[in-house]
C-alpha cells in the first residue's frame, strides 16, 4: 500500500511542481525586466536552485518515501508564496 500511496504523490508532484517554480520564477523574470536568453537561462537556473533547496531539506530530516515527496511539495508551495 505504500508503494501506491508513494507512487500516486510522484505522479501528482510531476504534474504540480513544474507550475508552481513556473510562476515564482517567472514574476522575479517580470520583477528584474529579463528578456530573451537571459530570462531563459534565469527561469532555468530558478527553477533548479529552488528544488535542490528542498531536495537538500528532505534529505537534512531524513525523510523517504511520500513523506519526503510530501514535504518537497509543501516547500515548493511555500517558496512560490512569497
Known sequence: MRKY???????VASSYLPSVL???CAAS???????GAAK??????CEKDIKATC?????EKKLTGGVRN???LKCIKDASSY
Do not use: C, M, P
Not at 5 to 11: D, E, K, P, Q, R
Not at 40 to 45: A, G, I, P, R
Not at 55 to 59: H, M, Q, W
Open 5 to 11: 500511496l508513494g507512487l500516486v504523490v510522484l505522479i
Open 22 to 24: 513556473a510562476k515564482t
Open 29 to 35: 523574470a517580470t520583477e528584474k525586466k529579463l528578456t
Open 40 to 45: 531563459s537561462s534565469f527561469l532555468k537556473k
Open 55 to 59: 531536495e537538500a531539506s528532505a534529505n
Open 70 to 72: 510530501s514535504h518537497v
